[in-house]
């Protein structure tokens, strides 16, 4: 999302629930956004929130209890000084927390410099927490790929492969067995971090899988809440291939893992031929499980080399 989409207005009525708090100045300027150098140079959405010890241009500015006693010691031409470097650097908005008052040079220089102003009862932590959070998901790169993307054991996994090959099909029939749906079709990617990509699903088609020859089925009206997920965490691509392109191209054992790179993030993936008469839900589900206890560190395939070694050191390897 584009910085100048993010207005301190946008921002407060977002966070509103979650942090319950109240406009105290700088009303008359609610489109003021986030500035477009800032979330250019920055490295994450750390370095856009933070406390007074740490001032920076263009970032929201959170005043605690420390904060408050800072900006309200000493004599009035003191307190207007400390006041005015904060203003001078244009933050989108400054927010004070910890259930403290506003001091009212504080907010009448917000009223002058035209920079929201918000308090809240909520522990200046928490706000950093919060708003950090939200604008990590704003300000996250993000692509669009193909696939079905789904929750299978707890894990996030996209089922990939050409068109035809049955990715919807073979998704219902894992929604079927207890696994839950978060996109079909088209997923929306973000890079939430830097080891962590959140797949979630475009508004548009949201809770909806097309499958051949029956059409859209709305699985959270069919197979009830439990269907669908909201979002999740990708950490494994299953891609479908068919079988003469599986014995042309790829190793039947691979001596390494799989991955595939997105958004410049590898992510690990294994390879399924699809042929008559194969339960592909039950290969996926397999390969689900070896996943998660390759992400342990147990590595069947290394196990069995080492097996191997020491079959044939021994004597004991098959001819």
Same mark, same amino acid.
């Given at each position: 999302?584009?910085? =100048? =989409?993010?207005?301190?207005?946008? @921002?407060?009525?977002?966070?509103?629930?979650?942090?319950?708090?109240?406009?105290?100045?700088?009303?008359?300027?609610?489109?003021?956004?986030?500035?477009?150098?800032?979330?250019?140079?920055?490295?994450?959405?750390?370095?856009?929130?933070?406390?007074?010890?740490?001032? #920076?241009?263009?970032?929201?500015?959170?005043?605690?209890?420390?904060?408050?006693?800072?900006?309200?010691?000493?004599?009035?031409?003191?307190?207007?000084?400390?006041?005015?470097?904060?203003?001078?650097? +244009?933050?989108?908005?400054?927010?004070?927390?910890?259930?403290?008052?506003?001091?009212?040079?504080?907010?009448?220089?917000?009223?002058?410099?035209?920079?929201?102003?918000?308090?809240?009862?909520?522990?200046?932590? #928490?706000? *950093?927490?919060?708003?950090?959070?939200?604008?990590?998901?704003?300000?996250?790169?993000?692509?669009? %790929? #193909?696939?079905?993307?789904?929750? *299978? @054991?707890?894990?996030?996994?996209?089922?990939?492969?050409?068109?035809?090959?049955?990715? !919807?099909? @073979?998704?219902?029939? @894992?929604? !079927?067995?207890?696994?839950?749906?978060?996109?079909?079709?088209?997923?929306?990617?973000?890079?939430? =971090?830097?080891?962590?990509?959140?797949?979630?699903?475009?508004?548009?088609?949201?809770?909806?899988?097309?499958?051949?020859?029956?059409?859209?089925?709305?699985? %959270?009206?069919?197979?009830?809440?439990?269907?669908?997920?909201?979002?999740?965490?990708?950490?494994?691509? &299953?891609?479908? &291939?068919? %079988?003469?392109?599986?014995?042309?191209?790829?190793?039947?054992?691979?001596?390494?893992?799989?991955?595939?790179?997105?958004?410049?993030?590898?992510?690990?993936?294994?390879?399924?031929?699809?042929?008559?008469?194969?339960?592909?839900?039950?290969?996926?589900?397999?390969?689900?499980?070896?996943?998660?206890?390759?992400?342990?560190?147990?590595?069947?395939?290394? +196990?069995?080399?080492?097996?191997?070694?020491?079959?044939?050191? !021994?004597?004991?390897?098959?001819?």
């Amino acid at each position: 999302m584009k910085p =100048s =989409s993010i207005s301190a207005e946008l @921002l407060f009525e977002k966070l509103r629930d979650d942090l319950r708090w109240e406009w105290n100045a700088g009303q008359g300027h609610p489109e003021r956004r986030f500035h477009e150098a800032a979330v250019r140079d920055a490295q994450g959405a750390a370095d856009l929130v933070g406390y007074l010890n740490y001032i #920076h241009p263009y970032r929201v500015q959170i005043v605690g209890h420390r904060e408050v006693a800072y900006l309200t010691a000493d004599t009035l031409e003191t307190q207007d000084r400390r006041i005015s470097r904060i203003v001078t650097l +244009e933050p989108p908005v400054i927010i004070v927390a910890d259930g403290q008052k506003p001091p009212p040079r504080l907010a009448a220089m917000c009223d002058r410099a035209e920079i929201p102003l918000f308090s809240t009862m909520s522990s200046a932590g #928490h706000v *950093i927490d919060v708003v950090r959070a939200h604008l990590a998901q704003l300000f996250a790169r993000r692509t669009t %790929r #193909h696939g079905v993307f789904m929750d *299978i @054991l707890g894990v996030g996994v996209l089922l990939t492969g050409e068109s035809g090959l049955g990715k !919807s099909e @073979l998704g219902l029939e @894992l929604i !079927s067995r207890g696994h839950g749906l978060v996109a079909d079709d088209a997923v929306d990617f973000y890079r939430i =971090s830097q080891t962590a990509i959140e797949g979630r699903c475009p508004e548009l088609l949201m809770n909806l899988l097309e499958v051949r020859g029956i059409g859209l089925l709305d699985i %959270r009206a069919i197979f009830g809440e439990t269907a669908v997920r909201r979002k999740m965490r990708l950490k494994l691509i &299953v891609h479908l &291939v068919r %079988r003469e392109t599986l014995e042309r191209d790829f190793e039947r054992l691979p001596y390494e893992p799989l991955y595939e790179e997105i958004m410049g993030m590898p992510v690990r993936k294994v390879i399924i031929a699809v042929d008559a008469g194969r339960n592909l839900a039950v290969l996926v589900e397999a390969a689900v499980r070896n996943t998660i206890l390759q992400l342990r560190g147990i590595d069947t395939y290394a +196990e069995f080399v080492a097996r191997h070694q020491r079959a044939i050191e !021994s004597g004991e390897a098959p001819e």
